[in-house]
T-cell receptor, first 112, second 110 residues
């Protein structure tokens, strides 16, 4: 059974650019959640997707958007990058909503 | 104010010591999670519980729903237990997301 994978592992962008992060959920999982973790902080919820529909959103601006595909993999897109977007972005998948979440290794984004 | 508070923020222990990390939360929850995060970022789920107590190897997690409090215990600590331990809760209302504490950084010295 393959766990949750994320790509890329690391990414460096400049302010104003756009970025797409990818997540492959664990086999059989239909729910994917995205989190942002700034250095020294706990993760913050960005949004969750359940069967290709957004199923909840945290306090992030609209320039953070996402998609979930029919195979339940997911993308996080961030437009107009700001310096404060530098963080570890974590994706987690679960069998269904409100069950145990399994985390990927994260993508470390640096915005210069 | 954060929905989830952990203590202590940092903890240093000698190998073999019994360790307790505490978590208090202020929202109604459907479940509480204990997570382990190693340097480099990967997060591993240790426990998901909604009542009582769970045990896995040297790790024990307890929750008191009435007091909105949970503890993570590590018996016979080992240097490989050194990591950040994060408490998170799934709210019983609203979006189905996790609210996270800021973590407890544990260092176990040989």
């Amino acid at each position: 059974e393959t766990g949750v994978t994320q790509s890329p592992t690391h990414l460096i962008k400049t302010r104003g650019q756009q970025v797409t992060l990818r997540c492959s959920s664990q086999s059989g999982h239909n729910t994917v959640s995205w989190y942002q973790q700034a250095l020294g902080q706990g993760p913050q919820f960005i949004f969750q997707y359940y069967r290709e529909e957004e199923n909840g959103r945290g306090n992030f601006p609209p320039r953070f958007s996402g998609l979930q595909f029919p195979n339940y993999s997911s993308e996080l897109n961030v437009n107009a990058l700001e310096l404060d977007d530098s963080a570890l972005y974590l994706c987690a998948s679960s069998l269904v909503v409100r069950t145990e979440q399994f985390f990927g290794p994260g993508t470390r984004l640096t915005v210069l | 104010k954060n929905e989830v508070e952990q203590s202590p923020q940092n903890l240093t222990a000698q190998e073999g010591e019994f360790i307790t990390i505490n978590c208090s939360y202020s929202v109604g929850i459907s479940a509480l999670h204990w997570l382990q995060q190693h340097p480099g970022g990967g997060i591993v789920s240790l426990f998901m519980l909604s009542s009582g107590k769970k045990k896995h190897g040297r790790l024990i997690a307890t929750i008191n729903i009435q007091e909105k409090h949970s503890s993570l215990h590590i018996t016979a600590s080992h240097p490989r237990d050194s990591a950040v331990y994060i408490c998170a809760v799934t709210s019983s209302a609203g979006a189905n997301n996790l609210f996270f504490g800021t973590g407890t950084r544990l260092t176990v010295i040989p």
